[in-house]
């Protein structure tokens, strides 16, 4: 199984600055990476996928870079409804996983 | 609009079964791989098991295998979880998520159904 292991664990960002957030695979993923966003309540949304392409609908101050087993995922100026929490998703084999995810809170 | 909805779950005593329906509607149900993923409340997201658009393959989480069963009935345009032997490290919300067409992510997913397994 490839682990997928998310850093940090919380990230405290005023409204306005900028947040970047990382994802580790414990083997190559290539490009098989996905990022989610979930609010409280809520089921996941697709933010990215193959590491970099964002979904339909999902504003620009979002943009996800990496390969491999290093990826990163970048919120420039964050508005109020970012502050949720961001999870990363592998699909290179048969065994989808997710990272434990990285909440985003505000400062 | 694309939309799923899970239905089924429910409080189940540890060694009993349950069924979780998913009904899907606003695209071909027919075209798209499916998958259940879970979620211990205020945990993470655990991906649980994963059905192809006819029916005929499956994978499942260790932790599941043997014990559920996915399945879908592309006429009525649902996807099923059949749960078995459950447990208590059963509980979660339970996801019926679908497979984007261009790849192994999840571009939709639907609002989910609460499973508790206690005694």
């Known amino acids: 199984e490839i682990v997928m292991t998310q850093s940090p664990a919380t990230l405290s960002v005023s409204p306005g600055e900028g947040a970047t957030l990382s994802c580790r695979a414990s083997q190559s993923v290539s490009s098989t990476l996905a990022w989610y966003q979930q609010k409280p309540g809520q089921p996941p949304r697709l933010l990215i996928y193959?590491?970099?392409t964002r979904a339909t609908g999902i504003p620009a101050r979002f943009s996800g870079s990496g390969s491999g087993t290093e990826f990163t995922l970048t919120i420039s100026s964050l508005q109020s409804e970012d502050f949720a929490v961001y999870y990363c998703q592998q699909y290179n084999n048969w065994h989808w996983t997710f990272g434990q995810g990285t909440k985003v809170e505000i400062k | 609009e694309v939309q799923l909805v899970e239905s089924g779950g429910d409080l189940v005593q540890p060694g009993g079964s349950l069924r979780l329906s998913c009904a899907a509607s606003g695209f071909t149900f027919s075209n798209y791989w499916m998958h259940w993923v879970r979620q211990v409340p205020g945990k993470g997201l655990v991906w649980v098991s994963r059905?192809?658009?006819?029916?005929?393959?499956?994978n499942y989480a260790d932790s599941v295998k043997g014990r559920f069963t996915i399945s879908r009935d592309n006429a009525k345009n649902t996807l099923y979880l059949q749960m078995n032997s459950l447990r208590a490290e059963d509980t979660a919300v339970y996801y019926c998520?679908?497979?984007?067409?261009?790849?192994?992510?999840?571009?939709?997913w639907g609002q989910g159904t609460l499973v508790t397994v206690s005694s």
């Open positions: 998520a679908r497979r984007h067409a261009a790849g192994g992510f999840f571009d939709c």
């Open positions: 059905l192809n658009s006819d029916g005929s393959s499956t």
């Open positions: 193959d590491a970099s």
